[in-house]
Every structure is written in C-alpha cells, then in structure tokens.
C-alpha cells in the first residue's frame, strides 16, 4: 500500500518559469510533510518541510503548499534554475503517541530544468 | 558539522556472497536509520535505532539482513546472504531524537550489485 504517491515521474520546465511537483497522500494521520532533493550518486538532502497545522511554508524560491482535506501538497520552485535540476521526494510523518517518527517517500519525480 | 558518513560507497558482489556497510551519524544525533532504495522507487525504512535500541524493523528482511547500533553511535548493515534484488542503495540517515515532526539527514549512500 502505497501511503505516499507522487505520479509523476518527470516534469520538465523552462528556466526562470515555476516548477510545480505535486504529492498525495493516504494515511489521515501523517501531521508533518517534507520533501527532499537528490542527485545522482549523492543521498536526499533536506529540502522544506511543512507541519499539518499550517498550509504554507516559504523558504526562499521554495514553497510547500499544503491542503489536508485534499490529503496533497506540493512544492512551487520560482524561479526554477538548471541547478534545480534533481529528483525530489515527498516524505510524511505522524507525530501521535507511540509513532516512530519514520519518514514514509513517494516514488520521486525527476525534474529538468531547461537553460 | 560533519554530516552522515558511510562506507563503502560503491560495492559489488556475487548473489550468495555477504557484504556490510558502515554508518556514522551526525554527532549528537540519537536516533539512526538504514533505507533501502531502488532504482525508480523512493527510500523504504528498514531499521531504526534509539540509541543502540532497536525502535522500528518491521520491514527488515531478518532471514538474510540484520543491523547493529553498539554503543549508540556507528552501526553497521549486513546482508547474507545477498540475493539479486538487494541491488540497491543503502542510505543511514540520523536525527536528533525519535518521534514525529522530525527532519531526517541521510549520508550519501552505498550503492550495492549484485551480480
């Protein structure tokens, strides 16, 4: 059961345009998102996070957009640039008692940012 | 602040034989966790330690893989013997504590074939 989906494998954009990876979610209990940006031959670093009793959350060119009733968020890069060029996860968590902690990912989508 | 550090990062293998990995967490960080990640797929949770206590191996395939934390900081992954589908990534990743609305740091990752 894949708790966490993003269906989109790839998405291609324009440098200097908006870059918009979307993520569903299943479990009603996961209260923390974040997503994380890969390389190849490198781990995931850390990207944004978001907590459940926000919508949004700002970091630069990088924005998480959160809708619970929805169960999805996504991550707005703007302007995108070639350097964004990467596979991004989407992670949650649930805060509750007894829960680990543990991060569940989506598949990934790979974005190309084009010059 | 140094980050996550694993050895080896490159390995191959023939199916049947045994490998191990290290993984040094970020100093400070109690909480440490061992991914699996595929080719096309996201990181999948294998171990989770709390110190050198095992918090989360639900998903660790115990007939062949098992972990180790001692003394609370290094630990090491091992496989034996290896099959053809552990093929993959092995990603230690620490935090500062165990529970939800955490952000996990993953080390670079050691990537396994088996051939």
């Known amino acids: 059961d894949q708790q966490v989906k993003q269906n989109s494998p790839s998405l291609s954009v324009q440098e200097g345009r908006i870059s918009i990876l979307n993520c569903d979610y299943t479990?009603?209990?996961?209260?923390?998102f974040l997503w994380y940006k890969k390389y190849p031959a490198e781990g995931p670093t850390f990207l944004i996070s978001?907590?459940?009793?926000?919508d949004k959350n700002e970091d630069g060119r990088f924005t998480v957009f959160l809708n619970k009733s929805a169960k999805h968020l996504s991550l707005h890069i703007v302007p995108s640039q070639p350097g964004d060029s990467a596979v991004y996860f989407c992670?949650?968590?649930?805060?509750?008692?007894?829960?680990?902690?543990?991060?569940?990912f989506g598949q990934g989508t790979t974005l190309q940012v084009k010059p | 602040e140094a980050g996550v550090a694993q050895s080896p990062r490159y390995k191959i293998i023939e199916k049947r034989q045994s490998v191990a990995f290290w993984c040094n967490p970020i100093?400070?960080?109690?909480?440490l966790y061992w991914y699996q990640q595929i080719l096309g797929q996201g990181p999948k949770l294998l171990i989770q330690?709390?110190?050198?206590?095992?918090?989360?191996d639900s998903q660790l395939p115990k007939d062949r893989f098992s972990a180790e934390r001692l003394k609370g900081v290094d630990s090491t992954l091992k496989i034996q013997p290896a099959k053809l589908e552990d093929s993959a990534v092995y990603l230690c990743?620490?935090?500062?504590?165990?529970?939800?609305?955490?952000?996990?740091?993953f080390g670079e990752g050691s990537w396994l074939t088996v051939v």
């Open positions: 990743a620490s935090s500062p504590r165990t529970g939800g609305g955490n952000t996990i740091y």
């Open positions: 479990n009603s209990m996961f209260d923390y």
């Open positions: 978001i907590s459940s009793i926000k």
């Open positions: 992670a949650a968590s649930s805060h509750g008692s007894g829960n680990t902690g543990k991060l569940i």
């Open positions: 100093s400070g960080h109690a909480t």
């Open positions: 330690f709390q110190n050198n206590g095992v918090v989360d």
